[in-house]
């Protein structure tokens, strides 16, 4: 009989449910809680898929009572305001395009979690993602490899995991397929088994960060021009951080052929359009970096790389800068690199590490 004590996020949706029955079953001693990271207020809601909502919190807690599991709420809404929703509003001020929901894991679902398993004396956490964390005597650290379901797989959003917390997470869905998650929740009877995953972000469910940042803000964006590469006014745009790099739609400006942001020029609220051809490059620099299976880069190393959620991994190189910075040079020139957005870094399978773009080959020509 497993005696270990776990701390299991749940939020409400069929992934950490069927965790929670999992590690039951594996007789774990099993403790859920949920994050409240928002108020209904502070959003529109409607029929979105997000999670964090009110439905979502009764979903949790009735699992939790059907599996007998202790279940509470910690409210954590001033923390993510101002370290996940205020970031990400400045990384769009400052020209980039954040991912809150890499921020989230970091400094909510992670850093705080582990501080309240550890406060109620518990061995590990657990979550509902779809990745694998094991510690590994070939690197003689813990390490987070891929999930057996590609086409779940998390690791991308997992890359900024510390030791610390490797050690003391476990990913129990790591090796099943959705569909098996999926067949054991309805075979418990489950009331979010045909539940729906989350999409969207969860406190901007429609999915208008311009809309939302003028709204949080009290700012109206200030508009400005379209130009071309050679500095070519075609058009005004409407606010400049309405735009990211590599869109398309929405630009308004007649071309003979597709027109697509390239960069955004803070400065002087330039958006820089150009053909499809001008948005590949090669090369980008990630700061705020952070490594899982080496403790260092000290040479050249040959890895894959993607630089957005739902890309495949594309074969590189990576320089480790400094103790913060990591140079990526990809073997072929990948389409609208961005900045604020993660690169992460794989050997096979496993996560080497990763970043968040900084500087990308229009910044460093």
Known sequence: MNNKKVLIAMSGGVDSSVTVYLLKQQGFDCIGTTMRLYRNETISQGNFKTCCSEKDMEDASEVAFDLDVPYEIVDFTDDFQKQIIEKFIK??????????CIDCNRYMKFEKLLNIALEKKCDLIATGHYAISEYSEKHGRYILRKAKDLTKDQSY????????????TIFPLGNLEKTQVREIAEKQGFVNSKKHDSQDICFIPDGDYFKFIKKYTGKTP????FIDENGKILGRHKGIISYTVGQRRGLGIASDAPLYVKKLDM????V??????GLFSKTLI?????????????????IKAKVRYRQKEQPATVIQIDENRI????????RAITKG???VLYDDDIVVGGGTISETESDLS
């Not at 990384?91 to 809150?100: A, L």
């Not at 200030?222 to 021009?225: I, L, P, S, T, Y």
């Not at 400065?267 to 330039?270: C, I, L, V």
């Open 157 to 168: 959003v997992l890359y900024n995991l510390t030791q610390d917390q490797l050690k003391h």
């Open 327 to 334: 140079k990526v040079e990809f073997d072929t020139p990948q």
């Open 341 to 343: 957005q993660a690169v």
């Open 91 to 100: 990384v769009y001020e400052n020209g980039g395009t954040p991912n809150p």
């Open 222 to 225: 200030q508009e400005g021009n």
């Open 267 to 270: 400065a002087n609220n330039n």
């Open 286 to 302: 990630a700061d705020d970096i952070n490594l899982i299976s080496v403790e260092k880069i000290t040479e050249p190393m040959k």
């Open 272 to 277: 820089i359009l150009c053909k499809n051809e």
